[in-house]
C-alpha cells in the first residue's frame, strides 16, 4: 500500500498521539529527575551549585535569543552576578544576595546601552533568573526543607508533563494562539490535575494531611507555572525563535524546561513567608 502521490504512509509511532519524540522527552525528564533529586537531597553547597549552574546555562540561551549579535560579555556578567547571588543566599545574607541581582541589571543596561543592543532584555536577565535562584535556595535552606522542596518540584514537574501529554492527546482550542501555536485549553487543564494529583500522591506518601489550602496551593503554583511558561514563549516569539536552545534532548534547552519553575519559585517562597507549615502541615520530613 501507498499514500498519496505514490508515496509509502508513515509509521505510526508507538508512542500514539503523544508522538515520535515523547520517548527521548521522557527519558531525558528521567535523568534530570533523578540528578535533581540527588542535589535537592544533598542540599548545602552543593544544591547551591546546581542552582548557579543551571543559571549560567540560562543566561548564554537568554543572551543568544533576545541579543544579536551574541556578547559573551553579557553571558558572563550576568552569570557571576547570578552566581554572586546564590553565595551570598547559601550564607544566609540574602538582603546582599537581592542587591547582587539588582547592581547586574544595571551593569547589563550599562553594557547594553555602551554596545548599541537591547537594554529592556539585557537589564531583565539577572533579575529573571537571579530572584527565583536565590528563592529556590532558600526554600531549601532549613535542615528540614529538603522534602517541602522535593514536592513543589514535583508539583511544577507534573504541570508541564501532564499539560503536555492532555494537550497531545485531547488537543482542541488554543490557549495563547498569538503566542504559542502549541498550547491548548485541554493542556492547560490538564496541568492544573496533573499538579494536584502528583502532589497529593507525594504528600500521601510523606504522610502528610491533604488539606484545601495544599490544593488551593498546588492550584497556584500550576498556573503560575504555566504563566512564565507562557512567557517564555510570548518572549521567544518576540525574537522568532522555536526553541531557547538544544542541550536537552527533546526538550530544547534549559530555558524552555525550567521558564515554569522561575515563575512559580517565587510564588511558592512567599508563600512558605506566609505559612510555613504549606505542604506538611507543621509535619515537616526531615
Do not use: N
Not at 553565595?87 to 544595571?106: C, D, H, K, N, P
Not at 514535583?154 to 490557549?175: E, H, Q
Amino acid at each position: 500500500m501507498t499514500g498519496e502521490a505514490g508515496q509509502a504512509p508513515s509509521r505510526r509511532s508507538i508512542w500514539g498521539p503523544l508522538g515520535g519524540d515523547f520517548g527521548i522527552r521522557l527519558a531525558s525528564a528521567l535523568v534530570l529527575f533523578g540528578f535533581a533529586l540527588l542535589v535537592v537531597r544533598a542540599g548545602g553547597w552543593y544544591f547551591s551549585a546546581w542552582v548557579a549552574l543551571a543559571c549560567a546555562i540560562m543566561a548564554i540561551e537568554w543572551e543568544r535569543m533576545t541579543q544579536q549579535p551574541f556578547s559573551w560579555a553579557g553571558v558572563v556578567v550576568a552569570a557571576l552576578t547570578v552566581a554572586a547571588a546564590v553565595v551570598l543566599a547559601t550564607l544566609g545574607r540574602y538582603e546582599w544576595a537581592f542587591a547582587a541581582a539588582g547592581a547586574g541589571a544595571f551593569v547589563m543596561f550599562a553594557h547594553a546601552q555602551a554596545s548599541g543592543r537591547h537594554r529592556r532584555w539585557a537589564f531583565a536577565l539577572p533579575l529573571y533568573l537571579g530572584v527565583p535562584a536565590i528563592a529556590l535556595v532558600w526554600l531549601r535552606s532549613s535542615p528540614e526543607g529538603w522534602l517541602p522542596t522535593l514536592w513543589f518540584l514535583f508539583v511544577v514537574w507534573a504541570t508541564d508533563s501532564w499539560a503536555m501529554i492532555a494537550g497531545r492527546v485531547f488537543k482542541g482550542p488554543l490557549l495563547a494562539p498569538r503566542i504559542s501555536p502549541k498550547k491548548t485549553w485541554s493542556g492547560f487543564f490538564g496541568g492544573v490535575i496533573g499538579a494536584i494529583g502528583i502532589g497529593a500522591i507525594f504528600a500521601a506518601v510523606a504522610g502528610w494531611a491533604i488539606t484545601w489550602p495544599m490544593v488551593a496551593v498546588m492550584t497556584a503554583i500550576s498556573l503560575v507555572g504555566q504563566a512564565g511558561d507562557v512567557l517564555e514563549s510570548a518572549v521567544k516569539r518576540r525574537f522568532q525563535t522555536k526553541d531557547a536552545g538544544d542541550v536537552i534532548p527533546g526538550h530544547g534547552g534549559f530555558l524552555d524546561r525550567m521558564d515554569s519553575l522561575l515563575a512559580a519559585t517565587i510564588l511558592y517562597a512567599l508563600v512558605r513567608m506566609l505559612a510555613p507549615w504549606i505542604p506538611a502541615g507543621g509535619v515537616l520530613g526531615g
